[in-house]
C-alpha cells in the first residue's frame, strides 16, 4: 500500500524556517514526481514546489521563490521542502503529493497519491 506521512509543522515567528519531511512507504520516491501542495482557511489549494522523477528538476510558485527549497533523500525515500524567511501568508496546511508521468506539476487532479497534511502557523 502506497502511503505518505508529511512531519515537520508547527508555530513559526515571521522570518524564522521550517523543514518539512514527505516519507513514503510502499513505494520508491525516486520513480515518482512529489509535489507539495497548501492549502490555507477560505482559500483553494494550490501547488507550492515540486521535484521530478524523470531529471530531478525543481519548480517553485511565484510567492516562494528563493524562499522554499525541495530535495530528495533516496536513502531515507524522503522528499524535504525548506522553508525559509516565512511569512504570515504562508500559513496553511501543507500536502505532499506522488504519482507518475506528471504533465503539469501543480495540477492536484493529475496526483493520485497524497499525504494527511501538516499545519504550518507563521504568527509573532
Known amino acids: 500500500q502506497l502511503q505518505l506521512v508529511e512531519s515537520g509543522g508547527g508555530l513559526v515567528q515571521p522570518g524564522g524556517s521550517l523543514r518539512l519531511s514527505c516519507a513514503a512507504s510502499?513505494?520508491?520516491?525516486?520513480?515518482?514526481?512529489i509535489a507539495w501542495f497548501r492549502q490555507a482557511p477560505g482559500k483553494e489549494r494550490e501547488g507550492v514546489s515540486c521535484i521530478s522523477s524523470s531529471d530531478g528538476s525543481t519548480y517553485y510558485a511565484d510567492s516562494v521563490k528563493g524562499r522554499f527549497s525541495i530535495y530528495r533523500d533516496n536513502a531515507k525515500n524522503t522528499v524535504y521542502l525548506q522553508m525559509n524567511s516565512l511569512k504570515p501568508e504562508d500559513t496553511a496546511v501543507y500536502y505532499c503529493?506522488?504519482?507518475?508521468?506528471?504533465?503539469?506539476?501543480?495540477?492536484?487532479?493529475?496526483?493520485?497519491?497524497w499525504g494527511q497534511g501538516t499545519q504550518v502557523t507563521v504568527s509573532s
Open positions: 510502499g513505494f520508491t520516491l525516486n520513480y515518482y514526481t
Open positions: 503529493a506522488a504519482d507518475r508521468n506528471i504533465i503539469g506539476w501543480d495540477h492536484q487532479y493529475e496526483y493520485r497519491y
